[in-house]
């Protein structure tokens, strides 16, 4: 997904306490340096501020960070040698989504509910089992190519 040009995430949002992987294809990229600097932090007040050095790839620029729970992601890039691309002094910054709680699986399989789980496999088999059946004999019927095994009572 491209966010803003020449940056590009690999997922569609920004969720918190998540890992991410940031390519870069822009000014630097462009100019062919030999290696770019992701300077980033989180929040208004820019946060842990970290530098994480990017694997340079015929693509572009790649580096896997991990967020953290703030509200927001501010980054620029650089060379090492003095050279940045801090999108015309106003930096790149993109706001974290909170992770929505109804993705978060509840444990909470209390005893009644192991029954009828049980019985839900069951019944699924069985599903399976009849459709297998029907799958291998009915067209054996269909043709006249089944043969009844003949019992000697």
Not at 126 to 132: D, E, G, H, Q
Request: aromatic fraction near 12%; include cysteine.
């Amino acid at each position: 997904m491209e966010l803003t040009k020449n940056i590009f995430f690999n997922t569609d949002k920004l969720v918190a306490n998540s890992t991410v992987k940031i390519s870069y294809t822009g000014k630097l990229f462009q100019e062919q340096a030999e290696e770019v600097f992701i300077h980033y932090g989180f929040g208004s007040e820019w946060n842990n501020i970290t530098d994480v050095k990017m694997e340079k790839t015929e693509l572009g620029f790649q580096a896997e960070i991990t967020l953290d729970d703030s509200d927001s992601l501010h980054f620029c890039f650089n060379d090492g040698n003095g050279n940045w691309d801090n999108n015309d002094n106003q930096n790149y910054s993109f706001e974290i989504e909170e992770l929505p709680t109804s993705l978060i699986l509840q444990d909470d399989l209390s005893l009644d509910s192991r029954p009828r789980l049980r019985r839900a496999y069951i019944w699924s088999k069985k599903i399976r089992l009849t459709i297998y059946k029907i799958i291998t004999y009915l067209p054996k019927l269909i043709s006249g190519n089944y043969k009844r095994k003949i019992s000697n009572d």
